[in-house]
């Protein structure tokens, strides 16, 4: 059998194959003969009864399935078929089709050795060798699925037709989804003929075929723009320009010599990191999962409340908009593109930990806008160019952005000191070339359950930390209970970067390269603008049912509470707030004491006792770790009256210059751990308005001569002010076990990271002995801000060995905690901070010994 003879048989067998499950819509009016192109000259024009005419469809993109498909519907409408060999002047040409472009998406970079479609400069001579024919090119667009706005299957939106070209595998699930939801559109026929001429005439300087390709390209794109909307895909837009950029070009010779590769070989890494990082964002990807995410809400939340939208949207106007949420959970990042999309602004390009780029689910993230990046970029130059120079891209677009300020999801509940790295590529690509000032939005969210509430606490019970995966996700998704409350999204106070810069004198500062340095200034700016942005996060604190109900009853020492009690203590905490609001964004709850006891009966978070002298509320069985999460969301709203209740109650009469005297020496590490808003200065007008709030709910009493009173011990009230007084008790006690623990070793005889180790451990053991109950015992990140506020503050410093050494000043500091902790719990602390010196090098070995092991499995990995 002859080649061709092979060819026609494959053609109609696979034509056969495909008739069986797809059916195109044809749309339009089908073509007829060509006629005269209006904008050419008039000596341009073809005699249509001198003419020989041969027909020529037009595909943008290589693709067999789609030329079936086309074939099937030229010889079903009676048309000139598409792939049946054509004599074309003394030439023979095996079908009658022409694809513009013969790369896919992934080959940008190696296009084919010809820049021009072989076909189309075969016929181009055949009209040069033959005056008397013409070729009518019919452009033909095929698109699978309907146009993504218009579908509401969320599976089939994962397949509905996009800019960018779809690979084998995904044309394939096209043709099985949306066979019979294909379409197909024959456009306006075309006289190649009359495109030469009028090239020759009007562009003398351009080949032929350059200019038919990109006639016809713009033309077929002005189409599909009809149906899809614009091209918004990185990948299209971007990648070229990206590579072929001077700093990424430099940071390739760079590499080329560093690692004595060549050029090819060091380009070649530079679009494997492209590839890598940048997003492939969809407009049906998108539209996939609105539908996806909004069944999911309905199935699994009350509803999404969203408070303070409108500052956004002003914004939006004048504004590129870095959104800068907290990270509590890894719906964040679908609840916040949600919120966004569902009114009416641009879905936010998102960095996303290079953890979550697995098999379809990165590929469904990068759909909506997600970028990868990878957790350090330490040791690799190429890669820190290549992705200063994308984070560049999209700022220069004014494409708007979202990152986690935090770096990673808080596991207790808390904000994390902040990871500044995106913050300041953000900053310097902003000082490259100023385009639009930017703006970043802090964004609280708050859940009152939470699908990874059992992973966390196993984590913080010091199991390790799991990795990403399919299967991880599906294990998770099984064990969900559809009982999940509200969520609520907050938009807090904007920072304004040209603001922060200014006050750091950095304003004027400009950055040519990627590589520029960073001025000290630009740095500083970069800092005070993290740590504002927590502030912020904060100040738009969401005080929910969950959270308020958690910080009642974990201040219990059984967690139980008799109901009338519990009613009267949620009340005093809603009427504390709403007299004293922490901030004038913060939403509290509307519900009532006992609506919010209801409420947490709901989502079985807590349960009723049934009692003849009165029913107790009581933390749901194996719910009190976790509920110190939602404790810790909004702990900082009731820190500083948490503060005063303590100093009152433990001491029972206080002056308040006294009670003025100790806040004062204690707030700064309130505030670096709990990013508080108030300045030191603020702290004296604050307290006294607490003070006055909390003597006209009765909590306190306050004499003519300025000294507290507590209540009467077994009193109402005072049992109300000791539930009020234990949520700092905890920071408290934290803070006098790394102090007792350095004034034990003496001055000079502990470094920093050996205080931190131990802390942590022996956070993980109170836990265990004295039932704690809450994980930022043995948070890391805690005890480390601690250690920094001591030197920042002037208790501590470091010798030459790296050594802690005070003096003592350091000492009545400690003092301190005889003013808010008992005695049994100081003597507890003073007992479980005594180690001998081979206690502690044995504790301090085996901490070596572990962490030794953990590096060698993940190399192994």
């Not at 030439?91 to 820049?115: M, T, V």
């Not at 913060?586 to 049934?610: D, F, H, M, W």
């Not at 900082?636 to 109650?649: D, I, N, Q, T």
Request: glycine share 4%; charged share 25%; net charge neutral.
């Amino acid at each position: 059998m002859s080649k061709s003879g092979f060819g026609q048989m494959y053609r109609k067998l696979s034509s056969k194959l495909l008739d069986l499950v797809v059916t195109p819509h044809v749309l339009g009016e089908v073509p007829t003969e060509v006629q005269p192109q209006e904008n050419l000259p008039k000596d341009t024009e073809i005699e249509q009864v001198k003419t020989q005419k041969i027909v020529c469809y037009v595909l943008q993109n290589f693709s067999r399935s789609n030329a079936l498909v086309v074939d099937g519907e030229t010889r079903r409408l009676k048309l000139a078929p598409a792939l049946d060999p054509v004599q074309v002047g003394s030439n023979r040409e095996k079908a009658a089709i022409l694809f513009l472009q013969h790369q896919d998406e992934n080959n940008y970079f190696n296009p084919p050795s010809h820049p021009f479609p072989p076909r189309l400069l075969r016929l181009i001579d055949a009209l040069e060798q033959n005056p008397e024919l013409d070729i009518e090119l019919v452009p033909v667009t095929v698109l699978w699925g309907r146009s993504p706005d218009k579908e509401d299957s969320w599976f089939k939106l994962l397949f509905t037709d996009t800019w960018a070209t779809p690979s084998k595998v995904k044309q394939l699930m096209n043709i099985g989804v949306h066979g019979r939801q294909s379409f197909l559109e024959f456009h306006e026929a075309k006289s190649l003929r009359g495109l030469v001429n009028f090239a020759k005439m009007q562009h003398p300087n351009v080949s032929p075929a350059t200019y038919i390709i990109n006639q016809l390209n713009d033309y077929l794109d002005r189409q599909r723009e009809v149906i899809l909307g614009p091209d918004l895909s990185d990948r299209r837009n971007v990648m070229l320009s990206l590579i072929k950029s001077p700093d990424v070009q430099d940071a390739i010779r760079k590499e080329s010599v560093r690692s004595k590769i060549s050029m090819i070989e060091a380009e070649r890494k530079a679009i494997g990191f492209v590839n890598e990082i940048a997003s492939d964002y969809s407009y049906s990807a998108v539209r996939f999962a609105e539908v996806a995410l909004t069944r999911l809400w309905t199935q699994l939340y009350d509803g999404v409340e969203v408070h303070n939208f409108s500052t956004v949207r002003e914004l939006a106007k004048d504004y590129e908009i870095i959104y800068t949420p907290c990270h509590r959970s890894h719906i964040d990042y679908l609840l916040l593109s949600y919120v966004i999309f569902k009114r009416g602004l641009m879905v936010p390009y998102i960095a996303a930990g290079d953890n979550l780029n697995m098999p379809f689910v990165g590929q469904l993230l990068r759909g909506g806008g997600a970028f990868f990046i990878r957790r350090s970029f330490r040791g690799n130059a190429l890669y820190t160019s290549v992705f200063k120079e994308y984070l560049y891209s999209i700022l220069s677009r004014n494409t708007p952005l979202e990152y986690f300020i935090e770096g990673g999801r808080s596991r207790t509940g808390r904000l994390l000191p902040p990871k500044t790295g995106m913050l300041a590529m953000t900053v310097h690509g902003h000082l490259r070339g100023k385009t639009k000032p930017i703006a970043f939005v802090p964004t609280y969210i708050g859940y009152e359950r939470l699908m990874e509430g059992a992973t966390y606490v196993g984590e913080m019970n010091g199991k390790p930390k799991e990795s990403e995966s399919i299967f991880g996700i599906i294990q998770t998704l099984k064990k969900i209970e559809r009982i999940f409350g509200k969520v609520h999204v907050n938009f807090g106070e904007p920072v304004f970067l040209d603001d922060m810069l200014k006050a750091h004198g950095a304003d004027q500062v400009q950055i040519a390269h990627n590589d520029d340095p960073v001025p000290d200034q630009v740095s500083a700016a970069v800092n005070t603008s993290a740590h504002m942005i927590l502030e912020n996060i904060n100040r738009a604190v969401v005080i929910n049912p969950v959270s308020l109900l958690s910080l009642i009853l974990l201040a219990t020492p059984k967690h139980t509470l008799d109901e009338e009690i519990c009613i009267k203590q949620l009340d005093t905490y809603r009427d504390l707030l709403t007299a004293i609001p922490y901030d004038s964004r913060t939403q509290v709850t509307p519900l009532s004491g006992k609506e919010i006891i209801a409420y947490g009966l709901k989502l079985k978070l807590i349960k009723r006792v049934q009692h003849v002298l009165g029913d107790i509320i009581a933390i749901a069985d194996n719910q009190a770790i976790l509920l110190t999460y939602f404790r810790n969301n909004i702990l900082h709203a009731f820190v500083l009256p948490s503060l005063v209740a303590a100093l009152v109650e433990h001491n029972g009469k206080i002056s308040h210059s006294d009670l003025i005297n100790v806040i004062r020496t204690l707030y700064p590490f309130l505030k670096a751990e709990l990013f508080l808003k108030w300045k030191d200065d603020e702290i004296q007008d604050q307290v006294s308005l607490y003070v006055k709030a909390l003597a006209q709910a009765d909590l306190i009493f306050v004499d003519d001569e300025g000294f507290i009173f507590c209540p009467a011990p077994n009193s109402e009230d005072h049992n109300q002010l000791a539930v009020l007084a234990a949520p700092v008790r905890q920071s408290l006690e934290r803070y006098y076990m790394t102090l007792a623990l350095i004034t034990q070793r003496g001055s000079g005889n502990i470094s920093t990271n050996q205080v931190e180790v131990l802390s942590h451990l022996l956070g993980q053991r109170l836990s265990v002995l004295y039932e704690f109950n809450s994980p930022e015992f043995f948070d890391k990140a805690l005890f480390q801000s601690f250690i920094k506020v001591l030197t920042e503050q002037g208790y501590i410093a470091k010798n030459d060995e790296g050594s802690i050494v005070f003096d003592e000043q350091f000492r009545n500091v400690a003092q301190y905690a005889n003013l808010v902790l008992d005695d049994v719990t100081l003597q507890m602390l003073q007992h479980i901070t005594s180690f001998t010196d081979e206690e502690l090098k044995e504790a301090l070995d085996a901490v070596a010994a572990q962490q030794a092991k953990k590096r060698l499995k993940r190399k192994k990995k």
